[in-house]
DNA sequence: GAGCGTCTCCCCCGCCCGGGGGAGGCCGGT
DNA sequence: ACCGGCCTCCCCCGGGCGGGGGAGACGCTC
């Protein structure tokens, strides 16, 4: 079966090019666009896309806004590619914290531009530091991964959170960290839905995961 | 504070050996020795030791069934470490499952064995893989890690509890994994229980872990 | 002094998770 | 024909987890 996608973007040039770039795939199918965020529900509604293309800078509302709008009012939501010009955007992160599943530059080549729709289709990669690390890979990144590693600097994670992260690594519970740090268990919590909204993840072993592969830790 | 151990084990030698060694540290206390399993719960909640070295194969009672009766009848059980003979002992597996915190080999070296009680004492390595991983490390072991890796096919999983693992490695929840497998979820919930007994994961964090440090996934 | 970020702790709440059982069907080996 | 392993699904249940709020204390900068 094929994967259906949606284009928001404010720049119909923009639109023209994602379209381009994906109809050239069997398996791929654009099935609409928007010209801003506004427009994003009624439209997901009617055509129930696998995929939604966000610009995050948009008139109207937003890639933020209409991320978060569209996963709390529709039911079994999209997945959602935020798409953007800067490397370092800040409003990307915001829309990943906000739910997305992925992000994508503006300048990256086709084949990356279907590979990572592809992946968020499968599912893949609802940890969209794992779709980084592949785009990552593609750019023919040097083995330290330093692209995937950005998105934790990025991420700015604080001395404690960086030090509950290192626990969660080592496999203790929340209460088990509390214990290490002589902290209270609430305290514990607090970080740790700091760390996970820092980055990205939906649980504890997401976070876990992209330690890992960030090479935030390191298995041996 | 120190650490205080107990000694299990139904050889003499065996014991005065282990006492020895752990007696060349000076925050290393051995509080008390059995020789057999049935007197293992009362001399814990008499001495309340930090760790516990327990023999596998003993008469009237084997370290499985001691471990199993110690964590289930003590509140606020020590930490466990199984002593066996030999590398590849079957019951050593079971005890791991029964909730023990590592293991140790009769020939290792005292400095190993030390650490080992060192290390689960800091409940550093409540999951038992890194315990192995440290003690290979100790062993100089190429970096592919022979041992861990040993671990987990010593685990012997299943192809479904291998594909399940895999998925978890990929931030998946039950449900989803569920949905890709085209499964129920109780049968997702049966493999993940499976997968955690087998790696002697408390939860599936602590299996992602391992399953990381084993190489059973990488990384990149 | 006002703001900001960090660390600490607290509440409520829903849900996923994992443990403990069991059970049926399939297949392959003895 | 039997048994054992594997895969599948089911029950109940408790607890940890994570989201959503808030709040006070400290130290920094402006």
Redesign the interface.
């Known amino acids: 079966m094929p994967v259906t996608v949606l284009l928001v973007d404010d720049e119909p040039l923009v639109r023209a090019g994602l379209r381009a770039v994906l109809e050239t795939q069997p398996d791929i199918t654009v099935v609409g666009e928007a010209a801003d965020g506004a427009s994003v529900i009624p439209l997901v509604r009617q055509l129930r896309p696998d995929v939604v293309a966000m610009d995050v800078r948009m008139p109207l509302m937003d890639g933020i806004e209409a991320t978060r709008a569209v996963l709390r009012t529709v039911e079994q939501p999209p997945k959602i590619i935020v798409v953007t010009t800067f490397e370092n955007d800040e409003y990307v992160y915001d829309a990943l914290r906000a739910g997305a599943d992925g992000f994508l530059l503006k300048r990256a080549r086709p084949a990356e531009i279907v590979h990572a729709v592809r992946l968020v289709a499968e ?5 969209f530091p ?1 779709t980084v ?1 592949k785009l990552a ?1 593609e750019y023919g990144d040097r ?1 330290g ?1 330093a692209q995937a590693r950005a998105v934790l600097e990025r991420a700015r994670l604080t001395e404690r959170e960086a030090e509950v992260l290192r626990l ?6 929340n209460g ?1 960290i509390a214990v ?1 740090l002589t902290v209270g268990t609430e305290t514990v919590k607090s970080h740790v839905s700091a760390v996970l909204a820092k980055l990205g ?6 976070a ?2 992209t330690a ?2 960030s ?1 935030f830790v390191t ?2």
């Open positions: 599912g893949e990669s609802l940890l794992a690390r890979a083995p991964n969660m690594t080592r496999g203790l519970s088990e290490r993840a939906r649980d504890r072993t997401q876990v995961i890992f592969e090479g298995p041996s």
